[in-house]
């Protein structure tokens, strides 16, 4: 979607904000100029505020929120975004549309082509395919990995017949799999992330992935980019794998994250401009580390502050497995931030 696109939708959403939060945000309620929630995505509660009152753009923007409990804020579309589940912009503006009961624009070109194999209009038509995670397999080898928290898991989907070509002299094989959205600091969908999975069933010796050579993958533009769960503003925690995040995730609670998808990736991340502390996930490997000491020098030549993560065992996904989340969010709490472990794990799972 381009920017001038959602700049306008924006503003018309803002113009009929209490409509827009009483649809999407329907766990709240309106507290004189404001719109008083949980969070972005419609928890029950009053820490997140609405402004319905306010210009059509700038600060104070009607439409505009702040979650005081974790520092999140955005607009109307960022909601729709997060109450629906969606990844891609095109999505929300979609939906953004369909609540404003605005007509559909017209296609750029009307003749479909297939999409560059690995390109992002390759990942976003692999998306498109995929379905929500809830009920399907991919809750279950998550839960099998002792992650059973999925709420703002938006970017990952179930795709139940995805092909797996395991060199270009083989055929290609079906598998199913969870797929996962990289995007960009903007949101934009750059490339995909699949995990092959075992349709038996989770196996305590392949962790629930398909018994294939290669069972992970990644497409698309992946440099600088990620797996996102929460919107990053000044503090950010980041790793390497789905699995490694998603588990800190139970400890740490309402902290954005970021998986990179590996250790060169992890290096390589781009941060928010207004990012002040970046928590790093350590994986006790030596690709991890090289990657680790990367990643902190960057961010220190940014003016970032860094803290390091450290697990007991390989990773915080084995460390939740074998210890329980209770130990996990008890080992993580030592090493946060005082004020961050205040401000995100009051409400940690």
Known sequence: MARHDASELAIRLGRQAEAACRHYLSNGRRQGRYWLVGDVRNTKGRSMFVRLVGPESGKGAAGKFTDAATGEHGDLLDVIRETLGLVDFKDVAEEARAFLRLPKPKPANPQSSPAPPGSPEATRRLLAMSQSIHGTLVASYLRGRGITNLSGTASLRFHPRCYHRPNEHSPTEIWPAMIAAVTDLDGHITG???????PSGFSEARLGKAPIETP????????????????????????????????????????????????????????P??????????????????????????????????????????????????????ALTTLMRRQLVREDASRFMVLAA
Not at 192 to 198: G, I, K, Q, S
């Open 192 to 198: 995909a992330h699949r995990t092959w999975l075992d």
């Open 216 to 271: 992970r993958r990644a497409m698309g533009d992946l440099l600088g980019h990620g797996i996102r769960f929460g919107a990053a503003s000044d503090v950010l925690a980041a790793g390497e794998g789905i699995e490694t995040v998603l588990s800190a995730r139970l400890g740490i609670g309402r902290m954005p994250m970021l998986a990179a998808t590996s250790a060169a990736h992890l290096a390589a991340i781009l941060f």
């Open 273 to 326: 401009a207004t990012l002040r502390r970046l928590y790093v996930l350590c994986d006790r490997d030596p690709a991890g580390d090289h990657a680790r000491e990367r990643l902190l020098e960057r961010a220190a030549g940014v003016g970032i502050e860094t803290v390091v993560l450290t697990p007991r065992l390989e990773d915080f996904n084995e460390d939740l497995r074998r210890y329980g989340p209770d």
